[in-house]
């Protein structure tokens, strides 16, 4: 904006002076050209009155030289040719008149109409000729055939003008060096408090809700400044107000979460009793024990991944990460859940990276139980390093190596609303699916609580079976049994990883591919970032 400020000031005031010049100039020209023709016709009017007075007609060609000298006498400098029919005079016997009296200019004063001017150039110099008729003394004013024309040489008028427009151009430029020295001044007191503005906007922006800018004057920038003052306060205010609103439900899930550990814990108790001796009972008693058991075990993994999310949000979740075989990690965590041979694997050997094991043991639950209860086999877990530049792998840029694991199925996909919301919370894809699946497992076998909490809070280890088998937190699958909470948790241990996951909700040859991307972060032996 200064650049532009500068420029514009600089154009109006160079268009100002080049107007101005050319006004001065055509009128200095005018007027210096208006006198002198003004001058030239009257002195030639004069003279001729004067001369004419004792002139007999018709006259030889020696007394039309004599005329011709005599009004020249009183006209300085001027050339003066006298004609009379054929004869024709020059006060000057070496000047060459033919060339700057024109034909045009012999006509009109033949023609007897007074007076006449006009302007030539001749061989590249200026002249102005003046011709007049000379007339009879009587009334009716007749021609008496003689004609004379005085020439003047324009070039002192020419330099005149030329001199004052050189003058004139040459202010030019101390004009155009003062409007840019203006401009710089008005372009630094106006741009100062935008400047300002601008610096305390992107303040705002980065986060910083304290920012302000002082307010000075009463002008449109003064109030622009007052106007941001306000909306900031304003902004302050409810992102105040709204932290203080998510930290207070935040506290609220966590504590209710708590709370609820020690009587689920003694209805897991109870619900382990009773299914041991469910063959026992009657029949509907015994289904009613099972279904007991399993609600029971959902509850308490829904309130273990309440907690656990609580501590994502409140910025509480830290990593404990060592360096770690990535294929070793990924088939513990099948083989503790007995999915090792319902899953295809492509797990290279010596794929080491820093990572938190526990919560990668999460991320691989959540997507390998989603595509085993959701997808069609062959389900396919795919491990790979990626380099800089390493396609189109979703998550891979450049600036180095890239830890890439898919979990891939060949059933129906997800449909398209569901892929724009897989991770969010409570999301579930098929809840029709998700009830009567829970209905059947009641038959089954019962599912007992978690285990004694592991560092952060969350169970030992998350996503895998409790003391009684069942699955810990972590392991509800969106979609399937569990809290809704999964996937939105398996994002969240990505993420704390510095990486992400992406989903291809719709493959070409069918089914639907989660990609776990983390950032391939290696130590120099020592086990630790």
């Known amino acids: 904006m200064r650049v532009r400020l500068v420029v514009t000031f600089v154009l109006v005031a160079l268009l100002s002076a080049v107007t101005a010049t050319a006004l001065a100039y055509r009128d200095a ?31 030889d060609q020696r007394s039309l030289s004599r005329f011709a000298a005599e009004v020249s006498e009183g006209l300085g400098a001027r050339i003066v040719v006298a004609r009379h029919q054929d004869l024709t005079a020059v006060s000057d016997a070496y000047a ?15 023609a007897g109409d007074g007076t006449r001017f006009q302007r030539v150039e001749w061989r590249g110099e200026p002249y102005l000729v003046v011709g007049t008729p000379v007339t009879y003394a009587d009334g009716d004013r007749r021609t008496s055939g003689l004609e004379v024309f005085a020439i003047t ?15 004139v151009r040459e202010g030019i430029v101390p004009v155009v060096a003062v409007a840019a020295l203006l401009a710089l001044l008005a372009a630094g007191t106006v741009l100062r408090p935008v400047r300002k503005l601008g610096r305390a906007t992107r303040e705002l922006a980065a986060g910083d809700l304290g920012s302000r800018v002082a307010v000075r004057g009463h002008d449109e920038l003064a109030d622009l400044a007052r106007t941001f003052n306000e909306t900031a306060g304003a902004l302050q205010s409810s992102d105040a107000e709204l932290r203080a609103q998510e930290a207070k439900a935040r506290r609220f899930v966590a504590d209710v979460s708590h709370e609820l550990r020690t009587p689920l814990a003694a209805m897991a108790m109870v619900a ?10 009657p029949p509907d008693a015994a289904r009613a024990a099972r279904t007991v058991g399993t609600e029971t075990a959902r509850l308490s993994r829904l309130v273990e991944d309440l907690m656990e999310i609580s501590r994502f949000d409140a910025g509480a979740a830290r990593l404990n990460a060592s360096e770690t075989d990535l294929a070793d990690t990924v088939r513990a965590s099948l083989a503790l859940r007995g999915w090792t041979d319902r899953v295809t694997l492509d797990l290279p050997e010596g794929v080491r990276a820093v990572v938190d094991r526990r919560r990668v043991d999460v991320i691989v639950a959540n997507l390998v139980g989603n595509a085993l209860r ?3 086999p062959p389900v396919t877990v ?7 530049g390493g396609g189109d792998v979703p998550g891979v840029g450049e600036g180095g190596e890239r830890v890439v694991l898919e979990v891939a199925d060949r059933g129906p996909g997800l449909p398209p609303e569901a892929r724009e919301r897989v991770f969010d919370r409570f999301y579930k894809a098929d809840e029709a699916r998700t009830r ?37 937190p972590g392991a509800g699958l969106d979609g399937g049994q569990g809290s809704g909470l999964g996937m939105a948790i398996a994002l969240e241990n990505a993420r704390l990883h510095g990486g992400t996951i992406e989903v291809e909700a719709q493959r070409p040859g069918g089914g639907a591919a989660f990609t776990l991307v983390l950032p391939l972060r290696r130590t120099d032996g020592e086990g630790g970032e």
Not at 382 to 388: F, G, I, P, Q, S
Request: aromatic share 0%; glycine share 12%; charged share 25%.
């Open 153 to 167: 040489d324009l070039r002192a008028e020419r330099d005149d003008t030329e001199a004052l427009l050189d003058s």
């Open 272 to 281: 382990t009793v009773l299914e041991e001796d469910a063959d026992q009972l």
């Open 436 to 472: 009567t699946t829970a209905t059947a497992t009641a038959t089954g076998p019962a599912a007992t609580a978690t285990g004694p909490a592991a560092p952060d809070g969350g169970s030992a280890p998350d996503g895998g079976p409790g003391p009684g088998g069942g699955p810990g």
């Open 382 to 388: 795919t491990l790979a390093v990626v380099r800089a």
């Open 96 to 110: 060459d008149t033919e060339g700057r009296i024109t034909a045009e200019l012999r006509a009109a004063v033949r």
């Open 29 to 59: 020209r005018t007027a210096v050209l208006q006198r002198t023709q003004n001058t030239a016709v009257d002195d030639l009017r004069e003279r001729v009155a004067a001369v004419a007075a004792g002139f007999d007609l018709p006259p």
């Open 374 to 376: 959701h997808g069609a």
